[in-house]
């Protein structure tokens, strides 16, 4: 191989900085405006000298034929050399600095003249116009060249025309005129250009800044892999400008929050109506990963400010997580009971075994059935009011944990729900949440209950769970509804002050209510309004005997 390098073909075309591409167009139209500047300039400029020469032999001539010397003088003497007339126009002449001045008769015959030998002959262009009594202006060639001319009739003092004045103004001169203004106008274009030229440069380099020098061709792929990158997460995205209002929506955005495009220039109030998560994206709740619920949907939000005033917040949906950490704490206490209930359960082997070894037949029968037909009377009451499979399931779950923990779960006796919910796994989410906040609330102190209680009316159904603990003061009866707000630990795995928002949203959402207020004999009293939680209208509800779970049996 060869060890000479490369030879690299100079390419020729526009450069691929943004900045020397900007600075080039600017210097570019900048020179095209001095230019043409300079020649709409220029354009008139000769038409407004030759007016202005013009106008002036015009005035000359004026002025002379205004002389009754000179008219005098025309009809008293004869057309020489050395005659009034000439002397009098050679002095106009010498005295305005005019190519000639020419007093001619009616018969166009020149009385003076800048060549004393042509006085006497007749003039070389037509007279007629101004021997009619019209003045007259033009540019026209004569005997001594091109010239501007103004010619006027001369009139005596009865206003007889008695002959005229012609005066001519050099057009050498009207044209050393516009070439002697052509550099000063030259410099004042070059001055502009080059300010125009320092205020490109100053622009441009303010673009480098901003573009961070990229070419034309980066910004391109930076934007195509942007959109490529917002629309493609599985995370939301919501841009705000400085003042507020929403700029950017990724698609994932507008389905975690449940909006469409529409979003694009509202502020988040009008985006998404009051509440935490609009104040969340506005920045009036500031932190790292708040908590916030959006109709179902529990969403983790970060909010991070720009350099320009405004905000990037995103947005992970949560829901999932939550639902498996609740899951979780089910579970926990579900081997929790299981390993209490082994324990109790050895022990009860253990008495059984003895009554059997002392020959106590009857007396073990009737252990074993009245430890086996406590749970199973318990289950059979709360399925006969609660007819819905997975709202029986969770309450019969719920009883045997509660009396692990040492606490009466009590299924009201004016509890009656019929099999026919519209949205039993939402009903199930806001009961497990109620009396999972109960049973925490209640747990460890003395003589602790927890009352259930499911009526349906027509379509509507009300939840009410009670229980006996420290209850919830007046001013915080609303902050518990608030998403991220709690007075207890957030446990490991996920974050505390999203179960209670969540029931409010999930009653919201059916047209209901969410409300806490004090129960009877102290504790707190939650009630749940569905209006329409039931597909048809259900039969006024039955009195029957309460349900209460083996320890509370155990307390009496």
Known sequence: MSSTPPVRRLRLGLPRRVFSQVLLMQLAIAAGVAVLATGLFLAPLGDQLDDQAMRRALAIAQTTAQQPQVVRDLRTT?????????????????ATKAEYVVVMDRQGVRWSHTDPERIGEVVSTDPGQALAGREVMEIDDGTLGRSARGKVPLRDGDGEIVGAVSVGIAYDSVRARLIHAIPGLFAYAGGALAVGALASWIISRRVQRQTRDLAFSDIAGLLAEREAMLHGIREGVVALDRGGRVR?????????????????????????????????????VTGTDLLTVRGRRVLVANRMPTDDGGAVATLRDRTELEQLGRELDSTRGLIDALRAQDHEHANRMHTLLGLLELEMYDDAVE??????????????????????????????????????????????????????????????????????????????????????????????????????????????????????????????????????????????????????????????????????????????????????????????
């Open 367 to 556: 252990f074993v059935g009245e430890v086996v037909g406590d749970h199973r009377v318990t289950a059979e009451q709360i399925t006969e009011r609660i007819q819905d499979p997975l709202l029986a399931a969770l309450l019969v779950g719920k009883a045997t944990v509660a009396a692990e923990r040492g606490v009466a779960l009590w299924v009201s006796d004016r509890t009656r729900l019929p099999d026919r919910l519209v949205d039993p796994r939402g009903l199930v989410t806001i009961v497990g949440n109620l009396v999972d906040n109960a049973l925490d609330a209640v747990a460890g102190t003395p003589h602790a209950r927890v009352e259930v209680e499911l009526r349906a009316r027509g379509r509507a159904a009300t939840l009410t769970v009670r229980d006996t603990g420290p209850g919830i003061p007046v001013d915080h009866r609303e902050l518990v509804f608030t998403e991220g707000w709690s007075t207890k630990e957030p446990p490991a795995h996920r974050e505390r002050g999203i179960g209670l928002p969540l029931v409010r949203r999930l009653a919201e959402r059916q047209g209901g209510s969410a409300t806490v207020g004090k129960a009877y004999g102290g504790g707190a009293e939650f009630v749940v309004v569905l209006p329409e939680a039931l597909t048809e209208a259900a039969p006024e509800p039955a009195l029957t005997a309460p349900v209460t779970t083996a320890a509370e049996e155990e307390s009496r």
């Open 78 to 94: 004869r057309p020489t050399a050395n005659g009034p007339v000439q002397r009098e126009a050679e002095r106009v002449r010498e």
């Open 248 to 284: 950017l929506l990724n698609d994932e955005a507008q389905r975690l929050l449940g909006i469409g495009a529409e979003a694009v220039g509202r502020s988040p109030v009008e985006a998404l109506g009051a509440g935490r998560t609009a104040d969340v994206l506005a920045g009036r």
